[in-house]
């Protein structure tokens, strides 16, 4: 229970940044949760391909999953446009 919270804290955090940082593509509190969370998972695939290693813990969590986010939220405000 206490790691689903965490998920979701880390989600909607990750989100909130991802929205602010790609403007006008936020989905609300719901929307922005979820595409935090598959941000995560999207950084979780993409970053070792890459090479990338962002440290350990909340705050290294955090930063993964909304580069994850970002890098969503662009591809789906591209779909969006077209």
């Known amino acids: 229970m206490g790691a689903l919270l965490v ?3 880390v989600g909607a955090i ?12 936020g989905f609300g509190l719901i929307g922005n949760i979820v595409v935090g969370i598959l ?12 090479g ?4 350990a813990g ?7 999953a909304a580069i994850g986010a970002i890098v969503l939220l662009f591809v789906l405000s591209l779909i969006r446009r077209a």
């Open 7 to 9: 998920w979701l804290i």
């Open 39 to 50: 941000g995560s998972v999207v950084a979780g695939y993409l970053f070792p391909v890459l």
């Open 58 to 64: 909340l705050v290294g969590s955090i930063i993964h």
């Open 14 to 25: 990750a989100g909130w940044i991802a929205g602010l940082v790609v403007e006008g593509a």
């Open 52 to 55: 990338i290693h962002i440290g």
